[in-house]
Each structure stands twice: as C-alpha cells, then as structure tokens.
C-alpha cells in the first residue's frame, strides 16, 4: 500500500514539473519580428543612398522623387498582381528609373573623367540561381535589358565594353547615341569634380566636402534596384548603374557583380544594393546576407542589420540595401542618411520614403 502511494506521488511530481518545463518553453521561445505566414507577393526598389537631407531638398525636387519612385514600383506591383514573374516586375521597374533623369542609372547616369557615360547592371533569378550582368556599356537605352539578355541568351554570366553593347544589338535591343544619356547637371558635377582633381563617389558627399554646395548637394541620385517575389514563389534582384562620376580607367563597381550587388536565391532572399561599390565588393553583401539566413538561420532583418551597421560599417563603407525574403517580408536597411526606397505588398499598401 505504502509503495503504491509513494508511486502515485513520484508520477504526480513528475506531470507537474513536465507541465511546468512546458509553460516555460512557452514564455521563453523567441519571437520573430517577421511574419511567419507567407505573403502572395511583393516588391521593393531603391533609387541610392547617400547623404541625403530633408533641408537640402525642395518640396518640387522631392515630389518629383515621390512621383518616380511610385511609378516604377506600381508598374512592378501590377505585373506581379496578374501573376507575371519576378524577373519582368523587377526589369520593368527598373526601366521607369532608368529612364528617368532624378537617378543615377540610363538617362541620369553620371559622367566618367573624359565625359561618356559607362553604364553596369545585373539580374539574377533565385529560382534557377541565373544570373546576367553587363560592364562598362555605352548605348544600351536600358542596360537592365541587356543584363536579362545576357542571363536568358547567352551561356555567360558577365560581358562588358564594346563586347556588350555589340551583344545588345545583336539581341535587338534599344540602341542609342550616347548623347540621350547627356545632362547638364552631371556635367556640371563633372566640372566641379575635375576642378577638385578628385573621384567622387556620386551617392556621398562625405568622400569629398568639396562638392557639397548649392549646385550639387541635392544631387546624390544613386545606382537604383528592385527585388520582387512573385506569386509562384520566384524571387528576383535587379541593379543598374552610371557608376561614379569622374571615374576612370573603366572602372567598375559592385552593381553588376553577381554576390556583392545583387543576389536571389529562392532559399532565402533577393538583395539589391547601393553605396560605396568597392566596400560592397570586399564584403560581398548580398550574399552575405542571403548566408547568414541560410547558414545561421537568422531573420532577414537580422542578417541585414549585421552586414550592413556592421560589416559593411566597421571596414568604412556607406550605403545600404533592400531586400525581400521568400515569404514576402520586405526591408531597407542603410547606415547613411537617406536612401530613396518604396514598399508594396500584396495587400497594395505602399510606402515611399527619402530620409532616415
């Protein structure tokens, strides 16, 4: 009788402190800040980082941005809404920046040291982990298009120069003078920067206190990118560049460098960047981002903020990305003061945004 008493007891002990454990484990599991119940789709785009500051802007000059930006990403949004892919929502989108003379990318882009436009741009396909990229090119209207070309119809990766554009018209491109690409307010800025006999980088004023006056300090108009996941659960990053201006020697940045400027991966995310080209380059960004997530299973938030206010900050460099994971949670993450960015879920809930 005694030992059966004693053996209810121990049983009684045992379910109470197995409930107890169970009640802690539920107090104390971690709580993700991103949504675990995927969305249909979304898309993110940027316009460049840099030091850009509400007080150096006009309310013209920053209605003129917000009118682009949801442009380009409303145009992104319906294709993905009727069900077109990532890859088109992102070219797309990029196209309507491209054309436009506010960013840093086609009809905007800078001037090199001897007054030609060099454009780079890359796409990559986190389905099928394709990715295209073209360097350097000259008459490509959108070289977005080029950079598709390459990845669908080509068997190489990366072409650039002569070699690329020579492709673009064989593809049946939009072929240009190089003179479409010509403004005067980056000539300007070239004027400025060779006076200064200095490379500036376009997105940061930082690089150089010589540029920042009246003609040119609302002028940090970047590299612009998107990154969408479409309905069929497809994601896709896209980045396109004029570079910097008074660059030389045929210098290239890491926009069209598959793993420092852009990268999908259906596993993970898709990341485009903007910023100092060569820091993205030396710490691989994207990528970067995209392992974190896959290797050490942090949140795409997480993984953004560590390279970026981090890794990316510790070596020195300025810039930022945005980024969109596989079930559709969207960020923007950058260390300077200003990043031309807009959002747009599946719910059409749209945010633009400028300054920090």
């Known amino acids: ?5 004693l053996l209810t007891i121990i049983v009684m002990l045992f379910l109470n402190c197995k409930e107890e454990h169970k009640k802690q484990d ?27 500051l509400k007080k150096n802007m006009s309310p013209e000059k920053e209605a003129a941005y917000h009118k682009t930006l949801e442009e380009a990403i409303r145009t992104g949004h319906t294709i993905l809404k009727n069900g077109g892919s990532s890859i088109d929502a992102v070219t797309k989108t990029i196209n309507v920046l491209e054309d436009s003379p506010l960013f840093n990318a086609g009809k905007g882009a800078v001037l090199t040291n001897t007054a030609t436009n060099e454009h780079d741009a890359s796409i990559m396909d986190g389905k099928t982990l394709n990715a295209g990229a073209s360097a350097g090119t000259t008459v490509v209207k959108n070289p977005i298009n080029l950079a598709k070309a390459i990845m669908t119809n080509s068997p190489h990766v990366m072409l650039s120069g002569k070699g690329a554009d020579a492709f673009a018209k064989e593809q049946g491109l939009q072929i240009v003078s190089p003179d479409y690409f ?11 920067a060779k006076k200064a006999e200095a490379i500036k980088l376009d997105h940061d004023d930082k690089i150089s206190i010589n540029f920042y006056d009246e003609d040119i300090k ?5 590299t612009v990118g998107c990154v969408a996941l ?24 890491d926009s069209p460098i598959i793993g420092a400027g852009t990268y999908a991966n259906n596993n993970t995310c898709a990341v485009s960047c903007t910023g100092w080209g060569e820091f993205f380059i030396r710490t691989v960004v994207a990528h970067n981002i995209s392992a974190l997530m ?4 942090l949140s795409l938030k997480d993984a953004a903020q560590e390279i970026i206010q981090h890794k990316l900050k510790d070596l020195g460099g300025h ?3 945005i980024a969109v994971d596989k079930n559709g949670n969207m960020v923007t993450e950058f260390n300077t003061s200003g990043m031309y960015r ?8 749209l945010s633009i945004k400028i300054f920090e």
């Open 294 to 297: 896959e290797y050490k299973g």
């Open 218 to 222: 609302n002028s940090k108009f970047g």
């Open 230 to 253: 479409d309905k069929n659960g497809n994601l896709a990053a896209g980045t396109s560049t004029g570079g910097m201006t008074n660059k030389r020697w045929g210098r290239i940045g």
């Open 342 to 349: 807009a959002t747009m879920n599946d719910k059409g809930i």
């Open 319 to 321: 810039g930022g990305i």
């Open 26 to 52: 539920i107090h104390t599991k971690p709580i993700s800040s991103e949504q675990s119940k995927k969305a249909d789709f979304a898309i993110v785009i940027h316009g460049g980082a840099g030091s850009i």
């Open 1 to 5: 009788m005694k030992k059966s008493i």
């Open 182 to 192: 010509f403004t005067e307010r980056r000539f300007r800025s070239l004027q400025k």
